[in-house]
Each structure stands twice: as C-alpha cells, then as structure tokens.
C-alpha cells in the first residue's frame, strides 16, 4: 500500500462518519428552536458511536498497514515487536508448556515452568527476529467505551505520539458519560448548543490529529528501528 493510498482511506472512513453528523445537524437546523435541544441527544449518540468507530479503524488501518509491509521484526521499533509478540509473551508469561524435566515430578509448580519457558524464549529470540511483523487485530482494545486512557493507551501500543489527547481528555469523558446517561435513559435532559460544540471540537481535533500522526508514521517509516551508527576509526 503506498503512503497516499493509507492516507486516502483515513479521509474516505473519516468522511462519511462525520458527514453523517453533519448531514443530522442540519436535519434538526430546520426544526423549530424548541425542539432543537431534544433532538441534539441524537447527535450526541451519532457522535460518539462514530468517534470511537472511527479511531479504532483508524489504528487498525494503520496496524494491518504495517502487516502488509512484511517487514522482519528485527527491523522495526521495539514497540511494534512487542505487538508482534503478543502471543509469545502470553504463552512464556501465562501458557501451559511445561519443562519436560519437571513434568512428572513437579507438574503443578507453576513458577518453575514459568521460569523454564523464559530460557526457551530466549534460545529462540534470533528465530523470532527473521520472521515478519504480524500483529494482531485484537491489540487494538476499545474496551467497549473508548475512554481518553484507552485511546492513549492503544497508541503507546503501536509506539505512536499519544500525548495530543490529554488536552481533550475532560471533554471526551464527558462526551462519553452523556452518551451513556442518554442511552440508558439515565438522563433526558436536551443538549444546549454549546454543549455540542465543545463536543464536537474536541471529537473533531483528536481525529485531524489523528490521521496526521498516523499519515505521518506510516509516510516516514516511524515504525522502522533506527540504522545502527558503525564507528570508524580514523
């Protein structure tokens, strides 16, 4: 996939989320302002559905983007090797292999198996180097409700710049407690105006942001570790 084929389909997923926001806001514009403030809770469930849509597609184009290069893990960033490995670190930190010495005499000791895989792990380290970054979808975690955290969270997992949420994070959440106070019936109160304006500015900024660092990363290999400096003596 080239650089502006990735970026074509963040702004193709991008664009009919939030035209759809749009297209309901001005559905509701030629209501009578009266009834206006009800029929914003709409846009708030929209709103939020397609912001959390939209960010977990966003890390996984960029995920399966990274699968389709095929790189060997040895040649990319320790952070997207670790996503890589997910089914590795799982199996040597929780599996079930158990040393083959230990296995009848001490079957359940569980801390000594543990300790076996880690040497096994390691004997088997320049293998796992040579093979490609494979990472599996299911790394990106929504948790149901993407909560600022989360989203952080998901990005750190990929090495990618998480830090532009924090400015937003206070909104988001609050973006998200309504959603829910209003799907569950919790809350029936209308949305002033200027409640969905912050939301959406905030909505709005982190998703720009968003397909700007992941255009960028992908654009400029930020997944790819560094060439070694080779020292030469003069």
């Known amino acids: 996939m080239s650089s502006d084929d ?15 926001v749009r297209a309901l806001k001005n559905v509701i514009s030629r209501e009578p302002v009266e009834a206006r403030e009800d029929l914003r809770k709409s846009i708030v469930l929209v709103l939020y559905a397609h912001f959390e849509g939209y960010c977990v597609f966003a890390l ?20 997207v090797i670790a996503g890589a490995w997910d089914r590795v670190f799982s199996a040597m930190e929780r599996g079930d292999q158990k040393s083959k010495v230990f296995r009848q005499s001490l079957p359940n000791d569980a801390g ?3 300790h076996w895989r880690r040497p096994h792990f ?5 293998d796992l180097y040579e093979k490609p970054v494979e990472i599996d979808e299911k790394v990106i975690d929504s948790e149901s ?3 600022p955290a989360v989203l ?8 990618l710049d998480h830090t532009f949420v924090h400015e937003h994070a206070v909104t988001i959440s609050n973006l998200l407690g309504r959603r829910n106070r209003l799907a569950h019936g919790e809350d029936r109160r209308g949305v002033p105006e200027s409640e969905l304006e912050g939301y959406e500015k905030s909505v709005f900024e982190i998703c720009y942001k968003l397909i ?23």
Do not use: M
């Open 122 to 126: 390691v004997e088997t380290i320049e």
């Open 6 to 20: 990735f970026l074509s389909e963040l702004y193709r997923e991008y664009d009919w989320r939030f035209d759809e």
């Open 145 to 147: 409700n993407l909560k």
């Open 212 to 234: 700007e660092f992941l255009d960028g990363a992908f654009r400029y290999s930020s997944h790819e570790r560094p060439a070694p400096l080779h020292y030469s003596p003069s």
């Open 152 to 159: 952080e969270r998901n990005l750190f997992i990929l090495g």
């Open 60 to 79: 996984q184009h960029y995920l399966n983007a990274l699968n389709r290069l095929r790189l060997p893990c040895r040649l990319v960033i320790p952070a």
């Open 112 to 114: 000594l198996h543990r």
